[in-house]
């Protein structure tokens, strides 16, 4: 099951930051926080992930706490193409399945 | 390197029959999954498969198959199909490594599949 709480919704702004928040409270160390989209009736898409430390890719930032109970994945100049459902998921052990298990997501709408 | 590949991309059964579905992973990755997703539960975990064997499953009926071949292709069925699985069927490939960067799994666009 879902281990993550995302907001229902958001609206961003054309070119400002997007700045999607997850709380995961009950995270355990070994766990890893990965952040998909999916815009409409696609195959959702990797955006990045992370263990402890902030990361960055060309899509994103996510920022984790230092408790690790909650991130946020910040798109920093939010296009139209990025209006999407954004989920937030933890991924179990290696050992225990390799399945992600998605919550219900944040719908992101960039106005123009 | 191409992406994941699922075939055929719409299809539309009437219920009682069954179903196949094809997914061809990245080159070289040796794990797949499969989830389904419905507007009203969302999107949920099928099965996986590593090696030619299952190695997770999620909670669905027996109805709901699987099978991958030597060369990391995976095939679903669902048997016997009933108006609620009308759905988009997702497959998604990852390396399978020991955790971290190299499982991350990574999703074809699905097939979307109407039950009459």
């Known amino acids: 099951d879902a281990k993550t709480t995302q907001p229902t919704s958001m609206d961003c702004a054309e070119g400002r930051a997007a700045n999607l928040p997850c709380n995961h409270s009950t995270i355990s160390g070994n766990e890893y926080v990965y952040w998909y989209r999916q815009i409409h009736s696609q195959g959702p898409q990797y955006i990045i992930h992370?263990?402890?430390n902030n990361e960055t890719n060309e899509m994103a930032s996510l920022i984790i706490t230092e408790d690790r109970k909650s991130s946020t994945l910040i798109l920093p100049h939010a296009t139209l193409r990025d209006t999407a459902v954004y989920y937030c998921i933890v991924r179990e052990p290696r050992d225990t399945g390799n399945q992600f298990y998605f919550g219900t997501g944040t719908s992101l709408t960039v106005i123009p | 390197k191409a992406g994941v590949t699922q075939t055929p991309r719409y299809l539309i059964k009437t219920r009682g029959q069954q179903v196949t579905l094809s997914c061809s992973p990245i080159?070289?990755?040796?794990?797949v999954s499969w989830y389904q997703q419905t507007p009203g539960q969302g999107l949920q975990f099928l099965f996986e498969?590593?090696?030619?064997?299952?190695?997770n499953k999620g909670n669905f009926p027996g109805r709901f198959s699987g099978r991958q071949f030597s060369n990391s292709r995976s095939e679903m069925n669902v048997s016997t199909l009933e108006l609620g699985d009308s759905a988009l069927y997702l497959c998604a490939s990852s390396f399978y490594g020991r955790g971290g960067p190299t499982d991350t799994q990574y999703f074809g666009p699905g097939t979307r599949l109407t039950v009459l």
């Open positions: 992370g263990l402890k």
């Open positions: 080159s070289g990755h040796r794990s």
């Open positions: 498969y590593f090696s030619e064997t299952q190695r």
